[in-house]
T-cell receptor
Framework: KQEVTQIPAALSVPEGENLVLNCSFTDSAIYNLQWFRQDPGKGLTSLLLIQSSQREQTSGRLNASLDKSSGRSTLYIAASQPGDSATYLCAEGTSGTYKYIFGTGTRLKVLA | EPEVTQTPSHQVTQMGQEVILRCVPISNHLYFYWYRQILGQKVEFLVSFYNNEISEKSEIFDDQFSVERPDGSNFTLKIRSTKLEDSAMYFC????????????FGSGTRLTVV
């Protein structure tokens, strides 16, 4: 059974810190991995999409990496800001299906 | 930037009633999806829809659920006889192709069954 795990479940950091969020997946037939941001009571905003053939993707202060062999992805946030406070979700897409399997999320709080 | 639009944003219904959740996917997208998120839990896949038929569904998507694309723009999720445990945030998503290009999600409909 596919499982996606995110560690830590919650994280609180002072403004300006660089931080890393972790995502682990069990299915080696990964097709791609998508990182999302979710604000309380709101929808899912796509941040980065990494294809299985890629090792990393960057957008502004965000950098996501993918290591298929170890079943891990990381989301690096540089120079964190209070506006980055949200829940960050990773989701694995696998070959032969139309669905994403989501992790439980990391709830991030950046303190001013 | 194109958006996936969901209506209503919040719906309260009595147990046993039928509800229809509505979504307008991005106009040139071909694949459509419904997910749900029970409060405090993971986002869970319900169903995918392509070429006017269901392409994949989860164990959650039982006979009380159905999806439809009644016209060229709307995509609906119907729950025939709601139960308390159907209370959740329901998200619609669409994509140009399958998961290879990623999804765009709507902002969700919060369904509360009382």
């Amino acid at each position: 059974k596919q499982e996606v795990t995110q560690i830590p479940a919650a994280l609180s950091v002072p403004e300006g810190e660089n931080l890393v969020l972790n995502c682990s997946f069990t299915d080696s037939a990964i097709y791609n991995l998508q990182w999302f941001r979710q604000d309380p009571g709101k929808g899912l905003t796509s941040l980065l999409l990494i294809q299985s053939s890629q090792r990393e993707q960057t957008s502004g202060r965000l950098n996501a990496s993918l290591d298929k062999s170890s079943g891990r992805s990381t989301l690096y946030i540089a120079a964190s800001q209070p506006g980055d406070s949200a829940t960050y979700l990773c989701a694995e897409g696998t070959s032969g299906t139309y669905k994403y399997i989501f992790g439980t999320g990391t709830r991030l709080k950046v303190l001013a | 930037e194109p958006e996936v639009t969901q209506t209503p944003s919040h719906q309260v219904t009595q147990m046993g009633q039928e509800v229809i959740l509505r979504c307008v996917p991005i106009s040139n997208h071909l694949y459509f999806y419904w997910y749900r998120q029970i409060l405090g839990q993971k986002v869970e896949f319900l169903v995918s829809f392509y070429n006017n038929e269901i392409s994949e569904k989860s164990e959650i998507f039982d006979d009380q659920f159905s999806v439809e694309r009644p016209d060229g723009s709307n995509f609906t999720l119907k729950i025939r006889s709601t139960k308390l445990e159907d209370s959740a945030m329901y998200f619609c998503a669409s994509s140009e192709a399958d998961t290879s290009v990623g999804y765009t999600f709507g902002s969700g409909t919060r369904l509360t069954v009382v």
